[in-house]
């Protein structure tokens, strides 16, 4: 005997889609408004420990692989965003310490409100993926592309990590 559940996939109808998008401008909009001391300081307190904008703006694929903004304080000395973004890394000297304390705490988070309030992203999701590079391969005469991330390593392996470059 099998303990297989075979169900109907859910999907989300217009009045629940409409339902969630009211919920996520009132809540973020309550949140931004609530927050907004906490906001007002921390922009301050970036400005004060650092050049540069308080705010750092990161191009993300979200639903449907639309492309959008993010909005982050800023918690390092640099401010990247393109095809070779180096991540972070634990003890990182590009991070300040007023970086350090914000990415601990979280705040540095609470500008994507303004990305939920403007419908680029939701509260309840998935995070949306960084847009990462992308190279063209040749196979079987179809044009493909491949993310970098998954160029190398036992992630890559597959044809299953390459999809064609018109819908990437």
């Known amino acids: 005997m099998s303990n297989l559940v075979v ?23 309550l949140a931004l408004v609530i927050l907004s001391p906490l906001l007002l300081v921390t922009a301050a307190a970036i400005k004060l420990d650092s050049s ?11 639903f449907n692989g639309r492309e959008f903004a993010i909005y982050k304080f ?6 990247e965003d393109g095809p070779n973004v180096r991540q972070a890394q634990r003890h990182d000297e590009r991070v300040t310490w ?3 304390l914000l990415r601990s705490s979280s705040i540095d988070e ?4 303004i990305n939920v309030l ?15 590079p992308r190279r063209r391969i040749l196979q079987s005469n179809r044009e493909l592309c491949v993310p970098a991330s998954r160029q190398a390593g036992h992630h890559g392996v597959g044809a299953g990590q390459q999809i064609p470059w018109a819908d990437c």
């Open 74 to 79: 800023r918690t390092m000395t640099v401010l």
């Open 118 to 132: 403007t419908g680029e992203m939701c509260l309840v999701g998935p995070r949306p993926k960084r847009r990462l």
């Open 7 to 29: 169900t109907e996939a859910w999907t989300e109808s217009k009045q629940d889609l409409v339902l969630k998008r009211i919920i996520d401008i009132m809540l973020s909009g």
């Open 110 to 113: 609470l500008p994507q409100l």
């Open 98 to 100: 007023l970086g350090r």
């Open 52 to 62: 540069g904008p308080v705010i750092f703006r990161q191009r993300r694929r979200g």
